[in-house]
C-alpha cells in the first residue's frame, strides 16, 4: 500500500501538468526553477506561492512572456492563466533588481497570451511598465494593499474592460492605464490628489469615470482620445485641467467644472458635442483650449481672466453667446475665428489689444462697440463678418491694420477714433455697403486697396494731412461721385481710382501735383478741379498732363 501511495503522489504533478495547469510553492528564494523542473514551458495555468528573488521572478518572467510554442516540443503551451496571490519579493538584485514588497519594472510586460492574473497580497506597488502590452489581459486582482500604480503599468492591455483600483491607492503614474481601449468605467479612489498624465488616454470604451474630491489637477492628455466618454463632473477641488486632458473625447456633453480656474492648451480640442461651459474662477486659458468644439451654444466666464488665448475658441461655429470677465486684456489670435453663429460680443472696459483674426468669420455679428481702452487691433481681426453692419471704435489705436475689415459685406457705418494715422491693405476691401466713414484729422497715409469696391461710398474728404494713397485705394467705388484731395498729398498709387465710373469732381488742395501713374483715373470722366496759378505746373507734368479735364479753381 505505501509503494502504491508514493507511486500516486509522484503521478499527481503529471496529471496537473495534462490538464495544463500547475501549482507551486517555493520554501526559500531561489528555487522556483527547481520546483518546476523541466516542465516550465508546459503549463497554462500557473499559481505560485512562497518567497522570490530577482532569480526567481527573471525566470517567471521568461515563463510568462513567451508569445510561441516550440512545436518540436510537444506539450508545450502559454501561459494564460498566473496566479501570484501568495508570493513575497525579496530585496535584492540576483538576475533582476528587486526591491522588498514591489512588482519589477516590466516584470510581465508583452505577455500577449496573459488572460487571467491575481496579484500578491504582500506588494504595495506595481513598478514601470509591469503588465504594459498585455494585449489579451481581461482580469486583473489589484489588492487593497497596492498604494502605487506605476508609470505605463498596464499601457495597452487592450481587452481589460474592469478595474478596480484599491481605496488605499495615493499614485496613479503617467500613462498607467492608456490604450485600454476596452475599459468601460473607472472610479478614482479618495487618496489621488492628481490624475497623471495620459493616465486613461485612448480608452476608447470609457463611459464613465468618478473622480473624488481631492483631486486637484487632471493632467495633461489624462483622458486624451476617450472618445465615448459622454458626461464627467469635477469635485470642486480641481482646479487646474491641463494640456489636452480631454483632447479628442468627441461625445463629451457636458461637464461640471465651475471651480477651475485654469485650463491648458488644447484641454478640450475636438469636443464635438460639448453644448455648454461654465467656469466662475477662471484665470487662464490655454491656445485651442476649445477649439473645434462644434456643438459648442454656450460659455459662461467669470473670474480674473486677463487673455483669451489663441484660437481657444476657434471653429466653435454654433457659439451664439459668451460672457468674458471685465479683467480681460487681450483677445488672442483667431480666438473665436470661425464661430459663425456669434451674433453678439461685450468686448470688456479693460480691452487693450485684439490679436490678427480674432474673430475672422464671425458670419452672425451685427455690431461692435470698441472700448476706449483698446490701444491695437491686428490684421483680419474681424474680416468676413459678414452681416456686421456698424463699427464703433473708441480706443486709441493708430492704425487700422491690413484686411481689419475685408470683405465684410454688410457693413454700413464705421466711426473710427481720432487717433488713426494709417489704414492698411485691404482694411476695407469690398465692403459694399459702406456709405458712412469719418475720415480722422490726423490721418497721413491711405494703404492699397484699402476701400477698394466699397461701392456705397459716394463722396470724400480726405483729412488735411494725408500725404499718400496707395494702389488701388479707392479702385470700384462705383458711387463715388465726389473726392476732395488735401494739400500735404504727395502721392497717389497706380488704379487708385480706377473704374470709379460716377466720379465727376475730383478737387485738389496740393499746389505740387502730386505724383501718380497712367491708370490712377483709369476708366475716370471727371473735372479735375486745381489750385488757381497751378495750371501750367499741372501741364508740365507728363502724366497729369495726359488727364482731360483739368480746371483751375476760382477765388
Known amino acids: 500500500m505505501k509503494r502504491l501511495m508514493i507511486i500516486l503522489m509522484a503521478a499527481l504533478p503529471m496529471l496537473a501538468m495534462a490538464q495544463g495547469t500547475m501549482n507551486v510553492k517555493v520554501d526559500s528564494v531561489g528555487k522556483l526553477a527547481t520546483q518546476l523542473g523541466d516542465q516550465k514551458f508546459k503549463v497554462a495555468d500557473l499559481t505560485v506561492s512562497g518567497p522570490l528573488n530577482g532569480n526567481d521572478l527573471k525566470l517567471l518572467q521568461d515563463i510568462v512572456t513567451r508569445n510561441k510554442v516550440d512545436k518540436n516540443n510537444p506539450g508545450e503551451c502559454l501561459v494564460s492563466v498566473l496566479d501570484i496571490s501568495g508570493i513575497s519579493i525579496v530585496e535584492g538584485k540576483e538576475g533582476m533588481k528587486t526591491d522588498a514588497n514591489e512588482l519589477p519594472k516590466s516584470l510581465f510586460s508583452g505577455a500577449k497570451n496573459l488572460v487571467k492574473v491575481v496579484l500578491p497580497t504582500s506588494v504595495n506597488a506595481i513598478s514601470k511598465g509591469c503588465f504594459a502590452g498585455c494585449t489579451s489581459l481581461v482580469e486583473v486582482s489589484i489588492p487593497a494593499n497596492i498604494t502605487t500604480i506605476g508609470v505605463e503599468a498596464f499601457q495597452n492591455c487592450e481587452k481589460l474592460a474592469t478595474i478596480t483600483l484599491p481605496s488605499g491607492l495615493k499614485t496613479l503614474g503617467n500613462e498607467a492605464f492608456e490604450g485600454c481601449k476596452s475599459l468601460t468605467s473607472i472610479v478614482i479612489p479618495n487618496g489621488i490628489s492628481e490624475i497623471n498624465p495620459q493616465a486613461f488616454s485612448k480608452c476608447k470604451s470609457l463611459t464613465s469615470v468618478t473622480i473624488p474630491e481631492g483631486v486637484k489637477k487632471i493632467g495633461s492628455s489624462a483622458f486624451k482620445s476617450c472618445e465615448s466618454l459622454t458626461n464627467i463632473v ?285 491708370d490712377t483715373f483709369k476708366g475716370v470722366t471727371a473735372t479735375f478741379m486745381i489750385p488757381k496759378g497751378t495750371q501750367q505746373v499741372y501741364a508740365i507734368d507728363k502724366k497729369w498732363s495726359k488727364l482731360s479735364g483739368l480746371k483751375e479753381k476760382e477765388l
Not at 281 to 310: P, R, Y
Not at 398 to 419: G, H, M, Q
Not at 471 to 497: D, N, Q, R
Open 234 to 518: 469635477l469635485p470642486v477641488s480641481v482646479k487646474e485641467i491641463e494640456s489636452s486632458a480631454f483632447d479628442g473625447c468627441e461625445a463629451l456633453q457636458t461637464i461640471q467644472m465651475a471651480s477651475v480656474s485654469e485650463i491648458g492648451v488644447s484641454a478640450f480640442y475636438d469636443c464635438k458635442h460639448l453644448t455648454s461651459v461654465k467656469l466662475d474662477m477662471i484665470s487662464k486659458l490655454g491656445q485651442s483650449a476649445f477649439e473645434g468644439c462644434d456643438a459648442l451654444q454656450t460659455v459662461e466666464m467669470q473670474g480674473n481672466l486677463t487673455d483669451i488665448n489663441t484660437a481657444a475658441f476657434k471653429g466653435c461655429k454654433s457659439l451664439s453667446s459668451i460672457s468674458v470677465p471685465a479683467s480681460v486684456k487681450i483677445i488672442s489670435s483667431r480666438a473665436f475665428s470661425g464661430c459663425k453663429a456669434l451674433s453678439a460680443f461685450n468686448f470688456p472696459s479693460s480691452l487693450t489689444k485684439i490679436n490678427d483674426k480674432a474673430f475672422t468669420g464671425c458670419a452672425s455679428l451685427r455690431s461692435v462697440e470698441l472700448p476706449g481702452s483698446l490701444k491695437y487691433m491686428g490684421d483680419h481681426a474681424f474680416e468676413e463678418c459678414t452681416s456686421l453692419e456698424t463699427v464703433t471704435i473708441n480706443g486709441m489705436i493708430d492704425e487700422i491694420e491690413t484686411n481689419v475689415f475685408a470683405k465684410c459685406s454688410n457693413l454700413r457705418k464705421v466711426v473710427l477714433p481720432a487717433t488713426v494715422k494709417r489704414i492698411g491693405n485691404e482694411a476695407f476691401l469690398n465692403c459694399a455697403l459702406l456709405s458712412e466713414i469719418n475720415l480722422p484729422i490726423v490721418l497721413q497715409t491711405i494703404d492699397p486697396a484699402a476701400f477698394e469696391k466699397c461701392t456705397s461710398l459716394q463722396s470724400l474728404t480726405l483729412p488735411v494731412g494725408v500725404k499718400s494713397i496707395g494702389a488701388f485705394a479707392f479702385k470700384e467705388c462705383t458711387s463715388l461721385t465726389s473726392i476732395e484731395l488735401p494739400v500735404a498729398l504727395t502721392k497717389i498709387g497706380g488704379s487708385a481710382f480706377e473704374k470709379c465710373t460716377s466720379l465727376r469732381e475730383v478737387n485738389l488742395n496740393c499746389p505740387t501735383p502730386p505724383s501718380i501713374s497712367s
